[in-house]
């Protein structure tokens, strides 16, 4: 049984049986792409019905280059029009004339010795010049000696190409089937005459993949859902921030090295004007501690955020009420060497928790608890430093084979920070690295595949949580 386009092709060849003609001439005479025409004869001649022959024909064709040059002319046949036409050009009015294309115009048009350079001059050696190339350049096809130099200078470029040549040896009864049951068959009994084709019920369908989310935004959603669902309130804010949000109101003195735990982008200019009477106290507090004289200029400065941490700054700057439960998910930046495990710009969390009476137990049962819902059930912690939190720990979790992972860093914030915003109640912080944790969890082995565009990769991926 054949399908409608072998069968194109059975009645194109039966025309004049004794010809042989090639696939491109089939795909040139039936209007069908020449790779569909390769493939249908292949299956022509399973079924016996042809022979083929391959070849491997050689062609040249116009680079993007070659395909401009071809419009525009040579530039050493632009160069040698300009020099007869301008009477002894100097060389600084040829550049102006000839633009980027200046020195491969002067290059060919000396090693072809049309011209030569006197006193700063260019003078031709010719009266009139038009290059052998050209007239191959307008028809690639005809094989001339100038290909190669074509080919050498990337105006045309080389290729080999798959064809068939093809011969009739079997005669086939070409019937014409009816393909459906519509109005016209019905009326015409049309359908008592002819047979209808007959269906391959065992040919797979076409493959059409349904459009999904990529992997790394469906994490980043997933971790929000978990964050969600134990009661936390998202809170989001801009990537570019002042040095108060980001360092000082955490209580990281301007004149200290903790200030330099992140190296971070500077952004040029200042931040708009704040309120005055947070200003104030954290002056007042970076003074009576740090003892230095803290200055509102440097705390004015902008910069790409390098934690997440300056979000929760800004909503402990709105004296928030307790209890009260917040979190962010969003990136920061961090100037880095970029490999397979370090990239500029990645994401954290960072959360929350003001409750009366809060303790740092219930933080590190709290973190438990967040670890849980992303599937990691071993935890533990080691005492840790970070500025604004005392004490402070980072987390470590179990992961399958690669053993213990460091998941973030947490800690009771500062009492100095609490006052200055007229918190009364305790309250806990934490910020962790999502990548590391989107790496492990979608078999991805080099961070910057979680922002690839290719489309293949993407399709295979999973997010594999049991959440
Ligand atoms: N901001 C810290 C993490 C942290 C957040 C909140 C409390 C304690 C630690 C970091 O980027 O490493």
């Known amino acids: 049984m054949l399908s409608e386009n072998e069968r194109k092709i059975v009645d194109y060849l039966s025309k004049e049986p004794s010809r042989e003609v090639t696939s491109l001439e089939i795909s040139k005479d039936l209007g069908m792409d020449h790779n569909s025409v390769l493939s249908l004869l292949e299956l022509l001649k399973s079924k016996g019905i042809v022979n083929t022959e391959t070849q491997e024909i050689d062609q040249v064709d116009l680079t993007e280059e070659g395909k401009l040059r071809r419009e525009k002319g040579l530039p050493e046949d632009i160069l040698i029009n300009e020099v007869l ?120 369908p076409p493959f059409y993949p349904v459009a999904k989310k990529h992997f790394f935004k469906l994490f980043l959603e997933k971790l929000k859902d978990v964050m969600v669902s134990l009661g936390f309130k998202e809170v989001i804010t801009d990537y570019v921030e002042i040095e108060f949000f980001n360092f000082d109101l955490l209580f990281q003195p301007q004149d200290h090295p903790a200030r330099e735990i992140h190296d971070s982008f500077a952004i040029e200019g200042k931040g708009k004007p704040m309120d005055q009477n947070l200003v104030e106290e954290v002056k007042s507090m970076h003074e009576t501690w740090w003892k230095y004289e803290w200055n509102q200029e440097i705390s004015k400065r902008l910069l790409l955020r390098s934690h ?111 006052e200055t915003v007229h918190v009364k109640e305790r309250a806990g912080a934490w910020g962790m690295g999502i990548e590391r944790l989107a790496m492990l969890y979608t078999g991805v082995d080099d961070v910057r595949k979680l922002y690839s565009y290719d489309i293949e990769f993407l399709r295979q991926r999973k997010v594999d949580i049991r959440w």
């Open 85 to 204: 036409k301008g009477n002894q050009l100097k060389v600084d009015e040829i550049k102006k004339i000839m633009g980027k294309d200046f020195s491969i115009a002067i290059t060919w048009a000396k090693r072809k010795n049309l011209i030569e350079i006197k006193d700063g001059k260019v003078v031709p050696k010719v009266t009139s010049y038009r290059s052998p190339e050209y007239e191959a350049l307008i028809d690639p096809s005809r094989h001339s000696p100038e290909i190669d130099t074509l080919v050498s200078r990337g105006l045309l470029k080389r290729s080999r190409r798959i064809t068939s040549k093809v011969s009739l040896i079997k005669k086939v009864e070409t019937k014409d089937f009816l393909n459906a049951v519509t109005h016209e068959v019905l009326l015409s009994k049309e359908w008592k005459k002819k047979d209808f084709r007959p269906f391959n019920v065992e040919a797979f």
């Open 308 to 418: 997440t941490t300056a979000t929760t700054a800004r909503t402990l700057a709105k004296r928030p009420k307790a209890p009260f439960k917040s979190f962010t998910i969003g990136k920061v930046f961090r100037p880095d060497a970029i490999d397979a495990t370090h990239i500029l710009e990645f994401h954290q969390l960072d959360g929350l928790i003001i409750e009366d009476g809060f303790t740092f137990k219930e933080l590190l049962g709290t973190l438990e608890e967040i670890f849980k819902g992303i599937g990691i059930e071993k935890i533990k912690f080691k005492p840790a430093y970070f500025p604004f939190t005392e004490p402070s720990v980072e987390a470590y979790g179990l992961i399958g084979r690669l053993g213990w992972v460091e998941l973030c860093g947490a800690g009771m914030l500062r009492p100095e920070i609490l």
